[in-house]
């Protein structure tokens, strides 16, 4: 009879069994006064026999179980010691929002349903495992998505060398990204800061965001036209560099590599093309710093990047440069926000042939006004084109929002793009777009209502 445990290992029976056994049989014999003497005598050869087997049974079983104790402890030759993972996290996070607007683009009033109203709505993962000694590896995939028809949100792909363009702003990428805002991995430091690579947001366009009221949505919000002076916004084939904060101050430069075009010289876009392009396409470097002390915020930026293609009469691919500044200030009843950009589109003959926003420079103020679980906002907006096309606007917008739960919104926006005779700005929430104007001259202008859920 044997015994059986939990882990699953047999156990032979126990020498005080046997004994038992042994001795019950030997009584059995004895009280059998008819048993013959030679009976009693092979039945203990018999028991003596058995007892010498179950005897060498039991030592084979407690060897081989010393034996699987003693390699149990041994890892396999192809089987590392099990280590122990260090901390990481993995977390999903979004914004969805919707909205329903009624606006007018020169061509009638429209009435329609959106996505992307206060904030663009999206999806992102994000991930990151410490290292050790302050160092951590960090990932981003952040991709927008238009929650009334499901899309991506991402314009129709153009031929060209990459099918790609070096930058990129709003919800839209320039082609058919899954993860259209952002995306990147790399290294972090608490001492020396961090490096990423991937498609990023360059620093000017981070300080676009945060130098008006209205953020990066609603009808009316800066950041959706100051931009248009060649201010670089998500940058492709990019790496970047963040300096860890000091005295309230950090920096940022982000490289990009353009469109990374496999050619040597110039060549068309595509079969056919009148435009044409080089391996420079979109290369360039956008530097930013930002100082944030109590109720106070300045950033300041500049860039250089070049065109990803030139037209004919043009010897080249023209360089965008250009400058930011802005600030903020929280007073308690009222934050205010100011900012200032210049840009400029040039060289390769640029200014003659293709001429747009060859040189500009803008302006925007804009309010926030808290009360109760309530915020009012408005902005005013203005771009000036002193290129020969003279293409100049200006922008307004109001807001009104109400939480109504944590990371839960409501809110109502008006919004109104004011175009010269020669301008067609169009107007564009976080996500939307309320379309091109219908001819130059034209303004555009729009109302919505919607709810902005955080997750």
């Known amino acids: 009879m044997t015994n059986t445990n939990l882990t699953g290992y047999t156990r032979p029976p126990r020498k005080s069994t046997l004994g038992a056994l042994l001795g019950a049989t030997m009584l059995m014999t004895q009280s059998s006064a008819f048993a013959a003497d030679s009976d009693i005598d092979e039945l203990r050869r018999e028991l003596a026999a058995q007892q010498l087997v179950i005897d060498r049974l039991v030592a084979a079983q407690e060897a081989e179980r010393t034996a699987g104790k003693k390699t149990a402890t041994v890892p396999a030759i192809d089987q590392a010691p099990a280590t122990v993972s260090p901390p990481s996290s993995l977390s999903i996070y979004g914004v969805a929002d919707v909205n329903v607007a009624r606006s007018d683009s020169g061509f009638g009033q429209k009435t329609t349903i959106g996505s992307g109203g206060m904030t663009a709505s999206r999806l992102g993962i994000k991930g990151e495992r410490q290292l050790g000694g302050g160092l951590k590896a960090i990932g981003v995939a952040e991709a927008g998505v238009q929650l009334n028809s499901g899309g991506a949100g991402n314009s129709a792909v153009v031929p060209g060398i990459n099918d790609t363009n070096a930058s ?19 290294l972090a430091s608490t001492q020396v800061g961090s490096f990423t690579i991937g498609r990023q ?27 248009l002076v ?3 916004t998500r940058l492709n084939n990019s790496i970047a560099y963040f300096t860890p904060t000091i005295q309230g101050v950090t920096g940022q430069l982000v490289y990009t590599a353009g469109s990374e075009n496999n050619t040597n010289s110039d060549v068309p876009t595509s079969a056919g093309a009148s435009t044409k392009t080089n391996d420079k396409a979109g290369r360039g470097y956008d530097l930013s710093a930002v100082y944030l002390k109590g109720n106070f915020y300045a950033g300041a930026s500049t860039w250089l ?63 926030a006004v808290p009360f109760s679980k309530s915020k ?21 917008g109001v807001a009104y929002v109400y939480q109504l739960y944590a990371n839960t919104n409501l809110y109502a926006a008006w919004g109104k793009q004011d175009n010269n005779r020669n301008a067609s700005y169009s107007l564009a929430d976080g996500g939307d777009l309320v379309g091109n104007a219908a001819k130059p001259g034209a303004d555009a202008n729009g109302t919505m209502a919607g709810v902005n859920i955080a997750f």
């Open 168 to 186: 990129s702003g709003g919800q839209n990428g320039t082609g058919s990204q899954l993860f259209s805002r952002q995306i990147y991995a790399g």
């Open 201 to 227: 947001y360059s620093g000017s366009y981070g300080i676009a965001s945060n130098s008006n009221a209205m953020g990066t949505g609603f009808f009316g919000y800066s950041g959706s036209f100051l931009p």
């Open 376 to 396: 009012l906002l408005a902005t005013y907006s203005s771009l000036d084109d002193e290129s020969a096309l003279n293409r100049d606007g200006k922008l307004f």
């Open 305 to 367: 990047v070049y065109n990803t293609s030139y037209a004919v009469g043009e010897t080249g691919l023209a360089r965008k440069t250009g400058w930011q500044a802005s600030v903020s200030y929280d007073f308690g009843v009222v934050r205010l926000f100011a900012t200032g950009v210049q840009g400029r589109i040039g060289g390769e003959n640029y200014a003659a042939v293709t001429k747009s926003l060859s040189k500009s420079s803008g302006w925007s103020v804009s309010a």
């Open 230 to 232: 060649g201010m670089p």
